[in-house]
């Protein structure tokens, strides 16, 4: 399973783009990156997931370079219901059943007004 | 048809009674995650669950904890002689094959005494 590292914390104020890298150097061929979102005292929610190149969705937009060994998950204009912890997880994710998913310490994202 | 869905949503129980968390993942996914939150922590799996296969029990910490998957839908994790350091939120998720994305549950939160 690939390990990922994510900066711990970000802050940002209300209308700014953030943007939260991801390093995964060791991913393998087979391996998706995913992103997911937890608010406090809620399970995590799937923000957006991608293989390479660029993936936009209505709720934040990913990179990934060539080399796909980090990842940037980009929130636009962020309001103050941003504030979350966001998680990358990478691993073997399409009609992968076996396998044991990993999830790193996130980056907790604190929006000000 | 909603999503997983966990019992109790909050549990205070004395060191040393025994407990039962239950998850109901969405029908029709056949993998199953159970993991654990202590407060302003990541994600710590605990065990995974696919179809009729042997599950993936690393993480489990203790011998205390067990989880068994009945008829390959609701899950119960349980938790012996509890102590303190158990105290935590008890996350399930439930996965979709087809896309990959792990849907989770709001979580049990467990306060042992």
């Known amino acids: 399973l690939a390990k990922t590292t994510q900066p711990i914390s970000m802050d940002s104020y209300e209308g700014q783009e953030v943007n939260i890298t991801c390093s995964h150097n060791?991913?393998?061929?087979?391996?998706?990156i995913t992103w997911y979102q937890q608010f406090p005292s809620q399970g995590p929610r799937f923000i957006i997931q991608g293989y390479k190149t660029k993936v936009t969705n209505e709720v934040a937009s990913l990179f990934i370079p060539a080399d796909r060994k980090s990842s940037t998950l980009s929130l636009p204009r962020v309001s103050l219901s941003d504030t979350a912890v966001y998680y990358c997880?990478?691993?073997?994710?399409?009609?992968?059943?076996?396998?044991?998913?990993?999830f790193g310490g996130g980056t907790r994202v604190l929006v000000k007004p | 048809g909603a999503g997983v869905s966990q019992s109790p949503s909050n549990k205070v129980t004395e060191k040393g009674k025994d407990v039962e968390l239950r998850c109901d993942p969405i029908?029709?996914?056949?993998?199953l995650y159970w993991y654990r939150q202590s407060l302003g922590q990541g994600l710590e799996f605990l065990i995974y669950?696919?179809?009729?296969?042997?599950?993936?029990k690393s993480g489990l910490p203790s011998d205390r904890f067990s989880a068994e998957r009945t008829g390959g839908s609701v899950s119960t994790l349980t938790i012996q002689r509890t102590q303190q350091e158990d105290s935590a939120v008890y996350l399930c998720a439930s996965k979709d094959l087809n896309t990959g994305e792990l849907f989770f549950g709001e979580g049990s939160r467990l306060t042992v005494l």
């Open positions: 997880l990478v691993a073997q994710m399409i009609k992968a059943a076996g396998n044991k998913l990993t």
């Open positions: 029908s029709g996914h056949t993998a």
């Open positions: 669950f696919q179809g009729n296969s042997a599950p993936d």
């Open positions: 060791n991913i393998a061929t087979n391996d998706y």
